[in-house]
C-alpha cells in the first residue's frame, strides 16, 4: 500500500502527464474524457510520454537532440526498472508500464522511431514501415493494453485494428504536416514523394492507403471493451473529419496550409458519438 506521501507524488505526476495532454492536443483529449475514468490516468500517461520524446526531435533545434534523447532513453528504462523516477513525466509512465505489463519491444521500437528522425529526412518503403510502427502503431498497442487489462486472449485479437488506427491517425498528420516537416525539419515522410513535385496522383495514392487503415480500424473499435470503446471512436471520428478536409483540399492547400477541425466541429464530433455509443449505432 502507498505511503500518503508516495500517493501525493503520483498524483501530481499523472497531473503532469494530463496537463502535457490538454496543452499538445485538443483532439487526443476529447477522445481521453469520452473513455471510462479508470483509464485517464494510464492514457494521459502514455500520452505524455510518448510527447516529451517527440518534442525532443522536432523542437529542441537550439541542443543536442541527439543525447537529449539518449539521456532521455536511459531514464525511461531506470524509471521502469526501479520504479520510480524524479522525472514526473517519466514517473506516471513506468507506472503504467509495470501495472499493464507494457512489452520493452514496443518501447524500443518507439523510441527508435525518434531516433530516426534525427539522422533521415527522406524515409523509403521499408525505412517508413519500420517508422509508421515505431512512431505510431506501438502507441496504440500501449493504449490497447490498459483496455483489455490483462486479457491477452483479447489483446491478441485486436492488435492489427489497433495498430491499423495508429497508422492511420499518423499518415493524416504526416498529410496535414507536409509543409512544417519540410520547411522547418526538411522531411518528407512519404516514400518516393518529392514535397515540390507533389501531384494530385501522390495524394490520392496516399489517400487510398489511408482509407485502408481506417476501415481496419473500425472492425477492431467495434470490438473493444465497453469502457475504451466510446474514446476510441471519439479519436477516430476526428481523424475521419480531419481526413475528409483533407481529401477535398486541392494539392496546393496541402502544400500551403496546415488544415484544421475548428474546436466546435470536435464538439460536435464528440455528441455525435456518444449519441451513437448511448444507442448501440456503432
Aim: charged share 25%.
Amino acid at each position: 500500500m502507498q505511503s500518503t506521501a508516495m500517493s501525493l507524488y503520483q498524483n501530481v505526476c499523472i497531473k503532469c502527464s494530463t496537463l502535457v495532454t490538454q496543452n499538445y492536443s485538443t483532439s487526443f483529449s476529447l477522445g481521453i474524457k469520452a473513455l471510462d475514468k479508470r483509464f485517464h490516468d494510464a492514457i494521459y500517461s502514455i500520452y505524455g510520454f510518448v510527447r516529451f520524446a517527440d518534442e525532443i526531435v522536432d523542437s529542441f533545434h537550439d541542443y543536442d537532440k541527439a543525447d537529449l534523447l539518449e539521456r532521455f532513453k536511459v531514464e525511461t528504462y531506470k524509471a521502469i526498472e526501479e520504479k520510480i523516477s524524479l522525472n514526473p513525466i517519466l514517473q506516471s509512465f513506468q507506472t503504467v508500464v509495470n501495472e499493464y505489463g507494457i512489452d520493452y519491444e514496443l518501447i524500443d521500437a518507439f523510441l527508435f522511431s525518434m531516433e530516426m528522425d534525427l539522422y533521415n529526412d527522406r524515409y523509403e518503403s521499408s525505412l517508413y514501415e519500420k517508422y509508421i510502427y515505431g512512431s505510431a502503431e506501438v502507441v496504440g498497442l500501449m493504449c490497447l493494453k490498459v483496455f483489455v487489462e490483462g486479457d491477452q486472449v483479447k489483446y491478441d485479437a485486436l492488435k492489427d485494428s489497433a495498430c491499423s488506427l495508429g497508422s492511420a491517425f499518423q499518415k493524416v498528420n504526416f498529410l496535414r504536416d507536409m509543409k512544417s516537416d519540410f520547411i522547418e525539419r526538411g522531411r518528407v515522410y512519404f516514400p518516393d514523394v518529392n514535397y515540390q513535385g507533389f501531384t494530385l496522383e501522390d495524394k490520392k495514392t496516399i489517400e487510398a492507403d489511408i482509407e485502408k487503415d481506417f476501415q481496419h480500424a473500425y472492425e477492431g473499435i467495434i470490438r473493444l471493451p465497453q469502457g475504451a470503446k466510446f474514446g476510441v471512436y471519439t479519436a477516430y471520428k476526428y481523424y475521419r473529419s480531419l481526413f475528409k478536409k483533407i481529401k477535398k483540399a486541392p494539392v496546393n492547400q496541402v502544400l500551403e496550409e496546415r488544415i484544421r477541425v475548428p474546436n466546435e466541429r470536435k464538439f460536435l464530433l464528440l455528441v455525435s458519438s456518444a449519441f451513437r455509443h448511448q444507442f448501440n449505432l456503432l
